[in-house]
């Protein structure tokens, strides 16, 4: 069932970095699980869309990976992907703006959900955040996901409904 956009409560998570020297906390791996984070790539789409979004079409996953993709180039962001198998399991992306940086479009693959990945795409996303001299990072959540609002405050977010 599919809910309309008035339905969705979306709580906005925002860390601020007061200091050059914030520690951000790595994620606990889960023994049983393998993966790596490396920069997205067009060549991502087709497992992205199988693995992540199914609802979309491929040419609306292109159009999530040609946006990392000039991010990365302007320096102004990047995505990254987790790879376990040799395939994406999930995404997230980071754009840096005049008042802010956000991390968008965080989603991993729905079987592989709790077991630390989104966590350790927001520590990522957040470091780089901190590299590319962001000074506050938002990061939009569904509020009744429960596992990424938890994951967000275990990497130090404040939520404020909006």
């Excluded at 860390?15 to 790596?36: C, G, Q």
């Excluded at 995505?79 to 754009?95: I, K, N, P, Q, S």
Aim: hydrophobic share 45%.
């Amino acid at each position: 069932m599919q809910r309309s956009l008035l339905d969705k409560a979306v709580a906005f998570v925002r860390l601020y970095f007061l200091r050059n020297d914030m520690e951000i906390t790595e994620p606990k791996a889960h023994p049983s699980l393998v993966f790596a984070l490396r920069p997205a790539q067009l060549t991502d789409a087709f497992a992205l869309q199988r693995n992540c979004w199914p609802q979309r079409t491929l040419e609306q996953v292109g159009v999530v990976l040609q946006q990392a993709e000039r991010l990365a180039q302007q320096k102004r962001g990047l995505g990254v992907v987790a790879e376990r198998d040799g395939e994406a399991c999930a995404f997230g992306l980071l754009a840096l703006f005049p008042r802010a940086a956000e991390i968008s479009d965080l989603i991993v693959s729905a079987e592989l959900r709790g077991r630390g990945i989104g966590t350790a795409l927001i520590a990522f996303l957040t470091q780089e955040a901190q590299r590319l001299g962001a000074t506050c990072l938002e990061i939009g959540v569904e509020s009744a996901r429960a596992g990424a609002l938890s994951a967000t405050r275990f990497c130090g977010g404040a939520c404020h409904s909006g």
